[in-house]
């Protein structure tokens, strides 16, 4: 069963440093598969998915990672969704959406 990331419900800006679009995609670089490199995670809007798997996979192969894999999920923002949570709480991600393994 793959994990699930838990996300802030607070999801308010894509990570490219000009966008104001609501994430709808987490992106984590994972080494070894499953475990998370700590700071190596991005919230980011579907224009942005692409450079942004570039980015973590560049950085990855820079500090010679090569077993683990950069995981994609589907953040669910719809509105009402989290409106009975409180501020600050995390859900998790609606799905994984692609796994592509580090070289």
Known sequence: MPLVP?????QSHCASEYCNRTPC??????DPP????????ADTCADHLGATVRDLNVWASAAKL??????????????GCTD???????????W?????PLN
Do not use: M, W, Y
Request: proline share 8%; charged share 10%.
């Open 6 to 10: 838990l996300v802030s419900t607070q």
């Open 25 to 30: 995609f987490r992106v984590e670089v994972h």
């Open 34 to 41: 499953g475990t998370v490199i700590d700071g190596k995670t």
């Open 66 to 79: 090569s077993g683990g894999n950069i995981q994609v999920c589907v953040i669910d923002a719809r509105p």
């Open 84 to 94: 009975s949570l409180p501020q600050g709480a995390l859900l998790p991600a609606s």
């Open 96 to 100: 994984p959406f692609a796994s592509i």
